[in-house]
């Protein structure tokens, strides 16, 4: 189970292009992003690009529950918009969701994958090499994706 979170969590994720702050209100993340350049009202997601940066954010109880980042790989014919994040980005989306609190690495699943949580346990962040997208959310939506993934693993077994 190690290394089938994050890897379902990223395959789960990774068909969204990917910026706003987890916490952020729709408004919110108008103001600081410009306007969605998508949406998906079933799924509560919302898309946005800035800088070079897709941006899809979910929203529960109005606020942004996760946010998933990466280059815009729909506008970007250059070899950068197909790399990951570096580090430096990484960092500064990090810090600009995770308040006051320190990010700390929690599990290396693989040697591509690395999972951080703040300290204060309310922010979860997952970035896949192989995929260059930076996942960070909320410990409400990090467990309940857990918890559903986990049933879903057991529910592909049932019967063998």
Request: net charge positive; proline share 2%.
């Amino acid at each position: 189970m190690k290394r089938t979170l994050p890897a379902l969590l990223l395959s789960a994720l990774l068909t969204i292009p990917s910026h706003g702050r987890v916490g952020e209100t729709l408004e919110e993340c108008r103001a600081r992003y410009g306007q969605e350049t998508g949406k998906d009202d079933e799924k509560k997601l919302v898309h946005f690009l800035k800088s070079g940066l897709t941006v899809a954010a979910t929203f529960e109880n109005d606020r942004v529950a996760w946010l998933l980042i990466q280059n815009d790989r729909a506008g970007g014919v250059a070899w950068s918009a197909w790399a990951g994040l570096a580090d430096d980005q990484i960092d500064a989306l990090q810090k600009a969701n995770g308040g006051t609190s320190k990010w700390r690495i929690i599990g290396k699943p693989d040697p591509l994958t690395t999972i951080w949580r703040t300290d204060d346990k309310t922010r979860y962040a997952l970035y896949s090499v192989t995929g260059g997208a930076l996942i960070i959310s909320n410990s409400e939506w990090w467990e309940k994706a857990k918890k559903q993934l986990e049933a879903e693993r057991k529910k592909q077994v049932e019967g063998f």
